[in-house]
């Protein structure tokens, strides 16, 4: 069975500039949680989309966004990037919206010069 | 703050020694998870706990639930190289679905 998957692998921008980062989760699963991953603040959750509904969303500004397709693969996008929004971005993807298991992609490093 | 911490926040050790990772809270979890992370990937489940006071061993890993559902602790014995990487605890709360990730432990096994 194929793990999640996630594209590009590493992206560069520049600040003030859009992103749309991609992921498609385990066949199967349906619910897509995104992760922002930094030195400083660790792992800090985005937001999940479970029946291409956003469902829980973290602490971030409204420039950080998402949404998911009906064969639940799931992007996400942020809006007027700035320096400190350079971070390993980490999607991962889980059975039901309540399920205790949630299984990661190896993620999408962003940088922003 | 985050919600979740974990102790210590770097080890670095040698073959064949025992080690012991802790992850506290003054919260409450519905569950916990530990994962491992390697340098430029995401992270991998190792296991999750749901019981207070729960112990579940994965070959030379023990991991342990508290009994108040508080905190949580991963024991590697006879740590080998391949065991180097990031150590993350994770919990969810009844509140919601949304897992909260501790600051993390980087081990560091030397051959």
Redesign the interface.
């Known amino acids: 069975k194929a793990g999640?998957t996630q594209t590009p692998r590493y992206l560069i921008k520049t600040r003030g500039q859009q992103v749309t980062l991609s992921c498609s989760p385990i066949s199967g699963h349906r619910?897509v949680?995104w992760?922002q991953q930094t030195p400083g603040q660790?792992?800090?959750?985005l937001f999940?989309y479970f029946s291409e509904t956003q469902?829980?969303k973290?602490n971030f500004p409204g420039r950080f966004s998402g949404r998911q397709f009906s064969n639940s693969r799931s992007e996400m996008n942020v809006s007027t990037l700035e320096l400190g929004d350079s971070a390993l971005y980490?999607c991962?993807s889980s059975k039901t919206?309540?399920?205790?298991?949630?299984?990661?992609?190896?993620?999408t490093?962003l940088t922003v010069t | 703050t985050?919600l979740l911490e974990q102790s210590p926040q770097f080890l670095s050790i040698q073959e064949g020694e025992n080690l012991t990772v802790y992850c506290n809270s003054s919260s409450v979890f519905s569950?916990l998870?530990w994962?491992r992370q390697e340098p430029?990937?995401?992270?991998?489940?190792l296991v999750?706990v749901?019981t207070g006071g729960e112990v579940k061993k994965l070959k030379r890993l023990t991991f342990q639930f508290g009994d108040a559902r508080k905190d949580s602790s991963l024991h590697i014995t006879a740590a080998q190289p391949g065991d180097t990487g990031l150590y993350?605890c994770?919990g969810?709360q009844n509140t919601?679905?949304?897992?909260?990730?501790?600051?993390?432990t980087s081990l560091t096994v030397i051959p």
């Open positions: 999640v619910s949680s992760y660790g792992l800090q959750f999940e469902r829980n973290g980490l991962a919206l309540s399920s205790y298991e949630q299984y990661f992609g190896p993620g490093r | 985050q569950s998870q994962y430029g990937e995401g992270p991998v489940l999750t749901v993350l994770a969810t919601g679905n949304q897992f909260y990730f501790g600051t993390g």
